[in-house]
């Protein structure tokens, strides 16, 4: 059974940082693109930031120049790091992999979230 678990979410004041962190386990042949994505009341969920197996990032306009998204491929683990946070990044944060696994082979697999409220 694949579990994504992420942590690192709370509440911080604007312009300040956090850094969220996610850890895939279970039966896990290889993870390709690891992602963070958000979504806000009312609103659908978007793309935050991405990173594929070789390195390559693409990140959500928003968040460019103040979001580093990076992985430790040793531990099956993808980070966040936000800063200059501001009010409108206030979301739940979900992590999600695209890998293959023992029983399902390629399959796409999401975290429950972790929540992110920037005060103003």
């Known amino acids: 059974q694949v579990q994504l678990v992420e942590s690192g979410g709370g509440l911080v004041q604007a312009g300040g940082s956090l850094r969220l962190s996610c850890v895939v386990s279970?039966?896990?042949?290889?993870?390709?693109?690891m992602g963070w994505y958000r979504q806000a009341p009312g609103k659908q969920r978007e793309l935050v930031a991405y990173?594929?197996?070789?390195?390559?990032?693409n990140y959500v306009d928003s968040a460019k120049g103040r979001f580093t998204i990076s992985r430790d491929n040793a531990k099956n683990t993808v980070y966040l790091q936000m800063n200059s946070l501001k009010p409108e990044d206030t979301a739940v944060y979900y992590c999600k992999a695209d890998l293959i696994s023992a029983t399902t082979g390629w399959a796409a697999y999401w975290g429950r979230g972790t929540q992110v409220t920037v005060s103003s």
């Open positions: 279970g039966s896990i042949f290889r993870i390709e693109t």
């Open positions: 990173i594929t197996s070789g390195g390559t990032t």
